[in-house]
Antibody, heavy 121, light 106 residues
Framework: QITLKESGPTLVKSTQTLTLTCTFS??????????VGWIRQPPGKALEWLAL???????RYSPSLRSRLTITKDTSKNQVVLTVTNMDPVDTATYYC?????????????WGQGTLVTVSS | SYELTQPLSVSVALGQTARITCGGN??????VHWYQQKPGQAPVLVIY???NRPSGIPERFSGSNSGNTATLTISRAQAGDEADYYC?????????FGGGTKLTVL
């Protein structure tokens, strides 16, 4: 059974850097075609994809947020870390960690439970 | 950048068929995935690669994709199907989500 769980601060201040950790089980990020990503959702709004890292360390980022995002993996700890620099109140959202498998255009399944991050001004 | 357009809301009578659309330029050439999100919960994949159901998803959920529109069809709608639904594609090696559709079962 694949599970993912997000952890990190629930409150950050404007201009600070957010660091979120996804700890997963039930798979290895060294397996071909496997990826772990991050998606966020501001309260009452739509889903927004942020970043994805693949088994071979290939990384993809949202074009609109690319300059602020960094995604890394630690296969020995079964963790993926996302950093977001220069946080702003508009970045207040629930941040989800997701699993993907397959080449080309994979879907995301399952999702972590999500973690709400609030940015104060 | 690629955009996906969904209706803000769709209503369906209990037991009837709901259709939720996802519009995009030549979306028929892409693989479309659909997610269901109930209040306070994380999204769940209900259709992948246009018309495939993950294990545990009822046969009442189906998908199609052609031309400029992909469609999620929910047959014999139940009260438990009330949720937000999102379509998703890949474009130029990045992920795009639609704006989401709120399904109300009357």
């Amino acid at each position: 059974q694949i599970t993912l769980k997000e952890s990190g601060p629930t409150l950050v201040k404007s201009t600070q850097t957010l660091t979120l950790t996804c700890t997963f089980s039930g798979f290895s990020l060294t397996t071909n075609e496997v990826g772990v990503g991050w998606i966020r959702q501001p309260p009452g709004k739509a889903l927004e994809w942020l970043a994805l890292i693949f088994w071979d360390d290939d990384k993809r980022y949202s074009p609109s947020l690319r300059s602020r995002l960094t995604i890394t993996k630690d296969t020995s700890k079964n963790q993926v870390v996302l950093t977001v620099t220069n946080m702003d109140p508009v970045d207040t959202a629930t941040y989800y960690c997701v699993y993907s498998r397959g080449l080309g255009s994979p879907s995301f399944d399952p999702w972590g439970q999500g973690t709400l991050v609030t940015v104060s001004s | 950048s690629y955009e996906l357009t969904q209706p803000l809301s769709v209503s369906v009578a209990l037991g009837q068929t709901a259709r939720i659309t996802c519009g995009g330029n030549n979306i028929g050439t892409k693989n479309v995935h659909w997610y269901q999100q109930k209040p306070g919960q994380a999204p769940v994949l209900v259709i992948y690669r246009n018309n495939n159901r993950p294990s545990g998803i009822p046969e009442r959920f189906s998908g199609s994709n052609s031309g400029n529109t992909a469609t999620l069809t929910i047959s014999r709608a139940q009260a438990g199907d009330e949720a937000d639904y999102y379509c998703q594609v890949w474009d130029s090696s990045t992920v795009v989500f639609g704006g989401g559709t709120k399904l109300t079962v009357l």
